[in-house]
C-alpha cells in the first residue's frame, strides 16, 4: 500500500504542533517588517508576529509567496517517507504560493506531487489539509484524497469580523475607496471568501453586532467542524461557546479548535477580528 504525505503552507494558521502531530508538513511563507524578511512560523511565530504587529511605530509588514525551493524542499522531506504528497495551498486568487508550488512541482518531475487549491485561506485551507491527513492515515490514495478535498471545498465557509477595512486596503485586498467609506460609516464589516475573492458578508455598526450577526452566518447549516478564528486582544472562548450552543447538532470535540491568525493572514486584517471557517456536513 502507498503511502500519501500531506503538505500545506503557513497561511493555513495550523499551529506547527498540530500539523506535526498529523503529520502535515508545512512550507513557510514570508512575512517581511522593513528590511527584515521572516519564514512564518519558523523564524517568526505568531506571538512575536503580533507583539511587532502592534508595537509603536513598527512597519506595516507585507507577505509574499516563497521560492519554489523552499516548497520544493518541503515536498522532498515529505516523500522521504510517502510515495506521494498532496499539498493543500492557499488559493490561488489571494496569493503567488500555488504558482511557486507548480514550478516546485516541475522541478520532481518523477515523483507524484498533487497540487489542491482551497480556494481559501486560513483554517479553510487547514481544515482541508486535517481532512487530507486523516484520510491519508487510514490507506486512502492520492488520487482519492484529491477527489474528496475537491469535493468538500463547497462546504467550506470562513466568515471573520474586522475591527477595521484599513488593513485589507493596506494588504491590497480591497481598494482605499470601499476602506473609505467603511472608515466613515464606522462599520465592523464581516468578510468571507468566494470563489477565492474576499467579499463583504456584512457591515453591522458595533462589535456586538458584528459578533451576533457573524454567528447567524456560521450556523446557517449543520456545521460538521468549526475553527474559530482571532487575532489579539479578542477573546475567542467564550465566541467558540456560543457558536457550539446556535450549531444545532453536537459537533466532535476533536473537530473543535482555535487558532490565532497568524503571520501570513494577520497582516491582511489586523488586530482585534473575531470569526471562524466552519465545514459544513453533509
Known amino acids: 500500500m502507498s503511502r500519501v504525505a500531506i503538505v500545506t503552507d503557513s497561511a493555513s494558521d495550523l499551529p506547527p504542533a498540530d500539523a506535526a ?17 521572516f519564514r512564518a512560523g519558523v523564524d517568526l511565530s505568531t506571538e512575536d508576529f503580533w507583539k511587532r504587529m502592534t508595537a509603536p511605530d513598527a512597519p506595516f509588514p507585507t507577505t509574499a509567496a516563497s521560492a519554489p525551493g ?3 524542499a ?19 486568487t489571494l496569493s503567488g504560493t500555488m504558482k511557486s508550488a507548480e514550478i516546485a512541482k516541475g522541478m520532481l518531475p518523477d515523483r507524484q506531487v498533487h497540487l489542491v487549491d482551497s480556494g481559501s485561506a486560513s483554517m479553510g485551507e487547514g481544515l482541508l489539509a486535517l481532512l487530507g491527513a ?20 463547497k462546504d467550506l465557509d470562513l466568515f471573520v469580523a474586522l475591527d477595521t477595512l484599513e488593513y485589507l486596503k493596506r494588504g491590497g485586498r480591497i481598494s482605499g475607496a470601499r476602506a473609505a467609506i467603511g472608515t466613515i460609516l464606522s462599520v465592523k464589516p464581516i468578510i468571507t471568501i468566494r470563489d477565492g475573492v474576499v467579499e463583504t458578508a456584512d457591515r453591522p455598526r458595533t462589535r456586538g453586532k458584528a459578533r451576533e450577526r457573524t454567528i447567524e452566518l456560521l450556523v446557517q447549516r449543520p456545521i460538521e467542524r468549526l475553527a474559530v478564528l482571532y487575532t489579539p486582544p479578542a477573546d475567542p472562548e467564550a465566541f467558540r461557546d456560543e457558536v457550539l450552543a446556535r450549531a444545532g447538532r453536537r459537533i466532535d470535540p476533536k473537530h473543535v479548535s482555535i487558532q490565532a491568525v497568524g503571520a501570513s493572514v494577520g497582516p491582511h486584517l489586523g488586530p482585534g477580528c473575531l470569526g471562524a471557517v466552519v465545514l459544513y456536513a453533509r
Open 74 to 92: 518541503v515536498y522532498e522531506k515529505a516523500l522521504a517517507g510517502a510515495d506521494a504528497v498532496v499539498a493543500v495551498h492557499v488559493a490561488a
Open 134 to 153: 486523516e484520510m491519508a492515515a487510514a490507506g486512502a490514495s492520492a488520487e482519492a484524497i484529491v477527489g474528496v478535498l475537491e469535493d468538500r471545498k
Open 21 to 37: 502531530a498529523a503529520g502535515i508538513g508545512i512550507v513557510p511563507l514570508a512575512v517581511n517588517f522593513g528590511s527584515e524578511t
Open 70 to 72: 523552499e516548497f520544493k
